[in-house]
Each structure stands twice: as C-alpha cells, then as structure tokens.
C-alpha cells in the first residue's frame, strides 16, 4: 500500500501546477511548538532570543510562537522578525485582529485548533473579530521581504531560531533547494532551523549535503503534527508522506528540524 501511494505521489506531484496559499492555523503543529519551547529552555538563561518566521502569512504562527515562549519563559527577551512576500497579509498579521467568521485573505478555519483557554489569553473580542492581545505583540517587526532574495541573511543578520514551514512546497522542487540553502544562511552557529512544508527529498538532500543535525527529540509527533499535510497524502501534491523507520534514513529524511553549525547525527 505504502508503495503504491509513494508511486501515486510522485505521479501527483509531476502533474500538479504548484502555486502559493495564504492557508495557516493557530497553533497548527503542537508537538513543534514543544519542541521549540524546550529548545528555548536551554537558551533562556541568555540575555535574548532572536526569532526569524519566513513566509509568516496572516501572524497566526507567529502569535503561537509568542504566546507559547512568553508564557514558558516570561523573563526572556525575545525579539522576532516575521516575514512575508505578500505586504497585503503583511498589514493583516501586522494589525492581529481576525474576523471570526471569515478571516480576512485566508481560506481556512484558523482558531480550529485552539482552546477556549487559549482564545482568551491570545484576543480581546471585538464583535464578530478577536485582536491580538497587546502583550503578543510587542517584540516583533514586520517585514515584506523575499526568501529567495541572496541579499536577506545580509540584510537580516542571523538568527538562534528560524522558522520556514509549509511554503517551498508551493515551488517548483528546484527553486526550493535554492531558497532552502538562502535560508539556512541565516541560521547563526549552533542555531536551529524549523523547516516543514518541503519536499522531503529536498530537505533530505540540503540537510545532507550541509552536514545539517537532525533534531531527534519528538521528530515523529513533529512529522506528525500537522493533521491536514498528512491527510492530503498521496492526493495532493503538498501531502505528507507516513512516518516510517522502516527507511534507512528516516531519522534525517522525517526531521522538520534542524541544529545548523554543530556536529552532524550519523545514521
Ligand atoms: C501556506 S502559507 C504558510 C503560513 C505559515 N508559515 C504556516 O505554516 O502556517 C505560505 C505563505 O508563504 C508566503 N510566501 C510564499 N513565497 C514566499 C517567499 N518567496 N518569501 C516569503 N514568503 C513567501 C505566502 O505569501 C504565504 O503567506
């Protein structure tokens, strides 16, 4: 079965017209957004923490990674950069105030995966529309930027977290390699990049070529985390091939992220 879907897949993904969505969720991946928590724990005793969040779309991701690091670390210093082609999503992530019914720009239903609990810590009610609350915005500036562009890592100095999830999907195979490597530029030593959404034999190949460190810790509930990606497998040309270690080379080719400059895991 496991097989003939993989055949069916890349059958999919010859024929499919690759274009780019706005589509996001709050909290979309939980296990990834532990993960980062407790990679953070060891930095927190650091004077900061710099984020970079590529392809950022309406905030939802960034507003995630905030809430959940400032309530962890609430000593912490953290400082992101959120960054998105589109400056019309920009301006919506930007302002943080959603319309619960129909979210502006994004087709999807974006508090699906959130708690009452959460609503209520992360928005202020406004009518029909929830605002980001004041405390999860500070810290964070906007940017419209390219991640192709070959000027960015000069442009934007480097990171200890860079965050490039469910976009090089949406490129053409060859131009993902590329814009994988210009991001990984900016990754400071020791850093870590969270990187899903992308072709794993691309991942695979950058990550081995770079001498990239999977991360170990909760890589088969990061793999497995973004519900949708893996039901939309083998149909669509974004859908998430099932986490196996019968490959030999699962502990790399499933890993969304990523210790950049530091010894690389041998399989
Ligand atoms: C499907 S959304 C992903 C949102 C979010 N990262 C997530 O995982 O939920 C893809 C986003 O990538 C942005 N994007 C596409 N190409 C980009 C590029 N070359 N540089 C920066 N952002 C890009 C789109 O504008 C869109 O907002």
Redesign the pocket.
Known sequence: MRSYGAFLHMLVQLRSERS??????FF?NRPELELLRTLAGSRAKAAALRIAV????NG??VYSILWTLRRAYPDLEIAVDA????KE?VEIAKEGCYSLETPELVDAPIFKYLTDEEMLTMFDREGDRVRIKAWLQEGIDWHV????DPELANAMGRYDVVVA???LF?MPPADAEK?LRNIARLVGPGGHLFVS?VDLGVRTKVALDSGWSPVQDLLEETHNGDALVRHDWPWRYWGLEPFTRQKSDWNIRYASVFQLGAAPVRS
């Open positions: 780019q969505y706005f589509g996001t969720f979309r590529l392809a950022c779309s939802a991701e960054i998105d082609i589109s999503i930027a390219d991640a192709r999830n469910k976009f949406h814009c959404g």
